[in-house]
Structures are given as structure tokens and as C-alpha cells.
């Protein structure tokens, strides 16, 4: 399992990544994903929607079972990841390049962990 150093993690076990526009890329944990399973179906919001910090903004569907991606930050939906449409696998073979949104924040984030405090988390769990 790898935990990238260069994002923020939500106990929920989403990643979000400030990007070089300014704007936020969220995704599932490589934890998250080898839970799931073979991910098989992702739904996603459209842009312009409104995502709330601690809500479901999509969900995505495995062999396992289906689960909602709850949003690590509040803020407006400016852009999806349209491969994990065509291709929802992707998260499994590269969890931290498919993202799934990008969100302009009005700055309001959830409690979220830094690579050290996430792998903390992952082992007290287990």
C-alpha cells in the first residue's frame, strides 16, 4: 500500500491534492481502493456542482460493494475525470493519478491528515 506525502487524506479515506491552478484534485486512497476491490462503475457530479465538506459527492461501485466518496472539501465541481467513466478500473491500477474531481474552495476542509497521520490511522484500524 503507498500513501503519497504530497496530499491531504480524509479519515473517510479520500486524498485531495492542491494543484497548480489553485484548484483541489480528489481522489480515493490506494487503501480505499484495495478494500473495494475491482472497482467496475464510478458516478460522478457535473461541473459546476456544489460539493459539501464531509458529503457524498459520487459513488463508485466494485465486485465487493458500493460505497459513496465523501468530499474532503466544501467548494464548486470545475472539472471531472472523464477516463474513470470509460474506465473505472483505472482506480485500481493508479489510485493517486485518477482523480475523480476538481474543486475551486471557498477554503472550508474537513479534519484532514497529513501521509504520517493517515498511515497511523490505517494501522490503528487494522
Known sequence: ???????????SHEWMQL????????????????EMGDIVFVNLPVVGDIVSADSSFA???????VADIISPLSGTVTAIN???LDD????????????????????SFSDLL?????????????
Open 1 to 11: 500500500m503507498s500513501i503519497m506525502e504530497d496530499r491531504k487524506y480524509a479519515k
Open 19 to 34: 494543484t497548480e491552478t489553485g484548484k483541489y484534485r480528489v481522489g480515493i486512497s490506494d487503501h480505499a481502493q484495495g
Open 59 to 65: 459513488d463508485i461501485e466494485s465486485v465487493k460493494a
Open 82 to 84: 472523464e477516463v474513470l
Open 88 to 107: 473505472p478500473s483505472v482506480i485500481n491500477t493508479s489510485c493517486y493519478d485518477a482523480w475523480f474531481i476538481e474543486v475551486e474552495s471557498d477554503g
Open 114 to 126: 497529513d501521509a504520517a497521520d493517515y498511515q497511523a490511522m490505517i494501522e490503528e484500524e487494522s
